[in-house]
């Protein structure tokens, strides 16, 4: 609003250098600066010769991969870290599966070559969910501890090797530079054990997202490290596993994710599942690529929460109803 005398649409020249300036630097900005969540193979491709660009491939026991499998071919200037046993998760008291302190996410990061500038790119296997669900978990690690940088492969490996046949690299890779990556922690995306607890405690604070399969979430199976079968009181049942399309190997299409994480509302939403591993599928999708404000990650999920005999757990069968619409859906597909 202009006050008397103001001219609103007249600037000085030195303003419009200073806009010129800023237009030029958006425009000349690394790719870093610019990350999206998921990248193509056809992206990674023209940007194999980044000097800035560090790209990790995580296959481990979870997608039958190793570091034996890398070796036999990977993406060229790729590096190797195994998802299961290089502290991307940690156990604590007991409880599998939980965030590294800062100071051992820091460490790791700069063992790969990640400085504050990197722009990291995670290669999946890209053969199931819960494969996809290690890239989802090491990108929400760099997140939490500071980095925006991160971009997972969509396709992963497998799609790459259909892509760029011709672009394969055998062998072991040489080991980085050491990077200068500072881990910042951001607790806006993370919730541990007691903050989940005083959600259960008032109803209608979050919306609780539970990413396992039905059998675990009806208290029928659970995890070898829970306590307990169950699930945690007012969650509701949004399996990973939907959010991913088996025939090719990716997350389905925006459109489809869409239609699948409708309703949510405004409220913190809360990922969980067993060990925080399928809810970070269901935390990227609502987070990153849905772009749902207010997503937090629960790394100890049913391990930690039923390590609490003092916590409460919903242990309460399928409703007729549930099973009558879980029928429709098999038969619908």
Same mark, same amino acid.
């Given at each position: 609003m202009a006050i008397d005398g103001d001219h609103p649409m007249q600037i000085?020249?030195?303003?419009? /250098?200073?806009?010129?300036l800023l237009l030029a630097a958006l425009i000349l900005a690394p790719i870093t600066a610019f990350a999206t969540p998921l990248v193509s193979s056809a992206w990674l491709a023209e940007r194999l010769n980044d000097d800035? *660009?560090?790209?990790?491939? *995580?296959?481990?026991?979870?997608?039958?991969g190793s570091y034996e499998t890398f070796l036999d071919g990977h993406i060229p200037g790729a590096i190797h870290s195994d998802y299961l046993t290089d502290g991307w998760r940690v156990g604590r008291d007991g409880v599998v599966g939980l965030l590294p302190d800062a100071a051992q996410f820091e460490s790791l990061a700069r063992r790969l070559g990640v400085s504050a500038s990197t722009h990291v790119v995670i290669v999946p296997a890209g053969v199931s969910s819960t494969d996809f669900g290690s890239s989802a978990r090491a990108y929400w690690t760099f997140?939490?501890?500071? %980095?925006?940088n991160v971009s997972? *492969?969509?396709?992963?490996?497998?799609?790459w090797q259909i892509a760029y046949q011709e672009q394969i690299e055998t062998g072991p890779f040489v080991?980085?530079? /050491?990077?200068?990556?500072?881990?910042?922690?951001q607790s806006e995306i993370y919730i541990g054990t007691e903050d989940v607890a005083s959600y259960v405690a008032n109803p209608g604070e979050a919306v609780l997202i539970d990413g396992r399969n039905?059998?675990?979430?009806?208290?029928?199976?659970? %995890?070898?490290k829970a306590e307990k079968a169950g699930r945690?009181?007012?969650?509701? *049942?949004m399996s990973q596993a939907d959010a991913y399309a088996d025939e090719s190997n990716r997350l389905k299409s925006r459109d489809e994710l869409t239609e699948i994480y409708d309703d949510l509302g405004d409220q913190t939403i809360v990922s969980y599942c067993n060990t925080g591993h399928w809810a970070a599928t269901n935390w990227f999708v609502m987070s990153e690529v849905l772009g749902h404000d207010n997503v937090r990650l629960y790394d100890g999920s049913m391990v930690e929460w039923t390590a609490n005999s003092d916590l409460p757990l919903d242990t309460s069968a399928m409703s007729n109803m549930d099973k009558l619409k879980k029928l429709m859906g098999d038969l619908l597909g």
């Open positions: 000085s020249a030195k303003q419009f /250098a200073a806009k010129l800035n *660009l560090v790209v990790i491939d *995580l296959r481990n026991k979870i997608d039958k997140k939490v501890y500071g %980095h925006e997972i *492969l969509d396709g992963g490996f497998a799609n080991a980085p530079e /050491a990077g200068d990556f500072v881990a910042q922690f039905t059998s675990q979430f009806y208290a029928e199976a659970k %995890h070898p945690i009181p007012s969650a509701i *049942l």
